[in-house]
């Protein structure tokens, strides 16, 4: 048994990653977000309840877990507060087993306005969810701007430096042409002094909190957020979040070295989706994208807009798996694709008539890139109700070892469907 664990996305987000960090903090005492925000929608249905978590860690549901939103993080003090009332207010506890970390980022009202102001904006050219993410990472990187949790709890401190910081960010409005949403340093200062209070009892220095954690042999489970393809680095850039959604985000995110995680549990759909702008080579803009979108009910958790749909992308998760050392897979809605005659995965691009199999390094290219697709037929028969590997039909079976095989990771887990007990384990 390794101490620690990280699930990561291998896709472009919403591979069920909330499913699986739900499961696996069974055997945790700490679940960990080191990365994003509000962006991420990760949903956990358990005894006939759904539960939707964006900024905090899915292993509040779990009554023994510890939840840590650490340095990584970006935080919204409105939402974050909003969601533990929200949590509270469905029965769940929150209170001691929850910590944000003193050196998170904290996204102010100044940010949503910089994410859609003006032509040419990220959400309009990106199709970023609006939570101001963005523009608060590019203040954390630029440095003069940026203020962390920790700042919240000194008033006067507070005061200062948002006298300091306000006046550049009306100046950068206007000028974007966002001239109506002008922002009062003061006004802003009481209310996030008065966020502060409140958050108090939660702030703590996570980095220390987790090492003694190690030390005392407790186990820790890191829940990625967004996908590995999405990654400000490794992802299909500029079409990407603004964090290392990869596992590489995790040292950097949460103060944990990677060198103590021995677990990497790389997190695939069956198929692919993709919200917002982008390369998709194994996009299906057809009746099939459709089947696939009803019965996966593929809509954004956190925009309600349609997820586009494709085929299982086996050279950009080969990719991904490798960037975020993937040790095995969990396959999720196999279910999805029961109802199809045959089911393609895409094994090889073809750019600009010659067969790659690897990704370009530019999304221009990978914009050109077609699939070159191998058949297996379908299983057509309902797979809700199964729950050990033998038990499924051969034809799942073939798909599930072929994913396996281009991928280069044994799949140990597969989910159909979304409730906790609708999964098959090896
Ligand atoms: P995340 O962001 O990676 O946590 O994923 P989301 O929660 O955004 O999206 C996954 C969706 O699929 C959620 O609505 C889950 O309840 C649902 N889900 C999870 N596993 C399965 C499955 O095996 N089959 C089906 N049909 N739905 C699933
Ligand atoms: P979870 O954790 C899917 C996408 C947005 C947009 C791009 C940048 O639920 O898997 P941002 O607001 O982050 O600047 O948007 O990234 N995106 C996600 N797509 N799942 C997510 O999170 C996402 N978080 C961001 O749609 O294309
Ligand atoms: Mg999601």
Avoid at 291 to 302: A, D, F, L, N, P
Wanted: proline residues 4%; neutral net charge; glycine residues 10%.
């Amino acid at each position: 048994m390794t101490q620690c664990t990280c699930v990561v996305g291998l896709q472009w987000g919403d591979e069920a990653k909330g499913k699986i960090v739900d499961l696996l903090a069974e055997e945790h005492d700490i679940v960990v977000r080191f990365n994003g925000g509000a962006n991420a929608g990760h949903t956990v249905v358990a005894d006939g309840r759904v539960h939707k978590l964006s900024l905090i860690p899915t292993g509040i549901l779990r009554s023994e877990v510890t939840s840590v939103i650490a340095n990584g993080v970006v935080i919204y003090p409105p939402r974050f507060l909003e969601e533990v009332a929200q949590l509270e207010a469905s029965g769940i506890i929150v209170g001691q087993r929850l910590l944000v970390s003193d050196r998170a980022h904290v996204i102010f009202p100044y940010h949503l306005e910089e994410e859609k102001a003006g032509a040419g904006c990220a959400a309009e050219v990106i199709g970023t969810t609006g939570r101001g993410v963005g523009p608060c990472y590019q203040d954390k990187v630029g440095r003069i701007s940026a203020i962390r949790v920790a700042e919240l709890l000194d008033a006067d401190h507070l005061r200062r430096r948002l006298e300091e910081i306000v006046p550049r960010k009306n100046r950068l409005l206007q000028a974007l042409g966002a001239g109506t949403s002008m922002f009062c340093a003061e006004e802003l200062a009481c209310e996030y002094a008065a966020y502060g209070e409140r958050m108090r009892s939660y702030v703590a220095d996570t980095v220390r909190y987790l090492h003694q954690a190690l030390q005392q042999g407790r186990r820790i489970l890191f829940e990625a957020a967004q996908g590995t393809l999405l990654d400000v680095d490794h992802g299909t850039y500029p079409f990407v979040t603004s964090s290392h959604s990869s596992a590489a985000g995790l040292w950097s995110g949460s103060g944990v070295p990677a060198t103590r995680v021995g677990r990497i549990v790389g997190v695939v759909k069956a198929y692919s989706t993709r919200v917002g702008a982008g390369p998709f080579p194994t996009e299906l803009d057809d009746a099939i994208g459709e089947k696939i979108r009803q019965t996966g009910r593929e809509y954004g958790t956190v925009t309600g807009r349609p997820r586009r749909c494709g085929w299982f992308d086996a050279v950009a998760v080969r990719y991904a798996a490798a960037v975020s050392g993937a040790t095995e897979l969990a396959v999720m809605l196999l279910d999805v694709l029961s109802e199809l005659e045959q089911v393609a995965i895409g094994v090889a691009y073809e750019l600009d008539g010659e067969r790659i199999d690897y990704m370009p390094a530019t999304s221009v290219q990978l914009a050109r890139c077609r699939p070159v697709l191998e058949w297996l037929p379908g299983w057509k028969r309902d797979l809700g109700s199964v729950r050990r590997p033998e038990d499924l039909p051969g034809a799942a079976r073939r798909y599930l070892d072929r994913l396996s095989q281009l991928v280069g990771l044994p799949v140990r887990l597969a989910s159909v469907g979304p409730d906790r007990r609708q999964t098959i384990r090896w």
